[in-house]
């Protein structure tokens, strides 16, 4: 079974589409601990209210992927849970290929890779390691920071047709051509996550991060045709996670 036919399992069974970003803000008085039960606590008291859980370096750098991350990669899929890791991989194949094994052997079911690096010794091994292993590749078509445009939005000469395309559209029609389980798209540009959704339709599901902390609005971002809202600090910081995660879910519900 395909990590988008899991994910999608998980939302139902949930009645959540919300992946929490497992993310906490740098305290270097705070020991490796410390975290690590701040993190499996919050894990522990929202789970009920979202369908996975995305990692990236807050946890990674401190904690290590083969020692408390892999903790609770194991807690979250314990609780039934699927797992992301937001690697960004973007880098020469041999590389990817050695991020990719790593992520995966740590339990992850799905990474982030970034398709600036191409196909031909950059995807194509990320892809490769993840059919063997029947885990996911998501593809990240649209940041949600304000400099996003710089890179993502700019105009470029497409090769393959011969004619100019944004950034962002031709990573897209990547996306659907590589059979990506997914792709990112900032929820903080709506117009974006639609544009996208054009090129997509339903046959590739649209994460979009940004939600609360950087202003991403939810009704906005599922009206654009977002299928996965990313929450992180409108939910780790709050000083009731259950609580705010818990509101996030049923909003996104009427939504």
Same mark, same amino acid.
């Given at each position: 079974?395909?990590?988008?036919?899991?994910?999608?399992?998980?939302?139902?069974?949930?009645?959540?589409? =919300?992946?929490?970003?497992?993310?906490?803000?740098?305290?270097?008085? %705070?020991?490796? %601990?410390?975290?690590?039960?701040?993190?499996?606590?919050?894990? /522990?008291?929202?789970?009920?209210?979202?369908?996975?859980?995305?990692?990236?370096?807050?946890?990674?750098?401190?904690?290590?992927?083969? /020692?408390?991350?892999?903790?609770?990669?194991?807690?979250?899929? +314990?609780?039934?849970?699927?797992?992301?890791? /937001?690697?960004?991989?973007?880098?020469?194949?041999?590389?990817?290929?050695?991020?990719?094994?790593?992520?995966?052997?740590?339990?992850?079911?799905?990474?982030?890779?970034?398709?600036?690096?191409?196909?031909?010794?950059?995807?194509?091994?990320?892809? %490769?390691?993840?059919?063997?292993?029947?885990?996911?590749?998501?593809?990240?078509?649209?940041?949600?920071?304000?400099?996003? +445009?710089?890179?993502?939005?700019?105009?470029?000469?497409?090769?393959?047709?011969?004619?100019?395309?944004?950034?962002?559209?031709?990573?897209?029609?990547?996306?659907?051509? $590589? %059979?990506? /389980?997914?792709?990112?798209?900032?929820?903080?540009?709506?117009?974006?996550?639609?544009?996208?959704?054009?090129? $997509?339709?339903?046959?590739?599901? =649209?994460?979009?991060?940004?939600?609360?902390?950087?202003?991403?609005?939810?009704?906005?971002?599922?009206?654009?045709?977002?299928?996965?809202?990313?929450?992180?600090?409108?939910?780790?910081?709050?000083?009731?996670?259950?609580? +705010?995660?818990?509101?996030?879910?049923?909003?996104?519900?009427?939504?």
């Amino acid at each position: 079974m395909s990590f988008r036919v899991k994910i999608e399992q998980v939302a139902k069974n949930k009645e959540s589409k =919300i992946v929490l970003a497992l993310d906490f803000p740098f305290e270097k008085s %705070e020991n490796r %601990e410390n975290l690590f039960s701040k993190a499996e606590h919050v894990l /522990d008291v929202v789970h009920p209210h979202i369908c996975a859980v995305k990692f990236n370096h807050h946890l990674v750098l401190p904690l290590g992927a083969f /020692d408390g991350v892999q903790k609770l990669v194991k807690k979250a899929h +314990s609780l039934g849970l699927m797992a992301i890791m /937001d690697c960004k991989v973007n880098d020469i194949g041999s590389t990817n290929q050695v991020i990719a094994e790593y992520y995966y052997a740590a339990g992850f079911d799905a990474l982030i890779a970034n398709p600036f690096i191409g196909w031909e010794e950059g995807l194509e091994p990320i892809f %490769e390691v993840a059919h063997r292993l029947q885990r996911g590749v998501i593809l990240l078509v649209y940041m949600s920071h304000k400099g996003a +445009s710089e890179g993502y939005g700019q105009t470029i000469y497409e090769a393959e047709s011969g004619q100019e395309t944004l950034q962002y559209v031709s990573f897209a029609k990547k996306a659907l051509k $590589l %059979e990506a /389980d997914g792709v990112v798209v900032g929820a903080t540009y709506p117009e974006k996550i639609r544009e996208v959704h054009e090129i $997509l339709g339903e046959k590739t599901p =649209i994460y979009s991060p940004g939600i609360g902390a950087q202003g991403g609005e939810i009704k906005a971002a599922l009206k654009a045709g977002a299928h996965y809202l990313i929450v992180g600090r409108a939910i780790t910081l709050a000083e009731n996670p259950e609580g +705010s995660a818990r509101e996030i879910r049923n909003f996104a519900k009427l939504g």
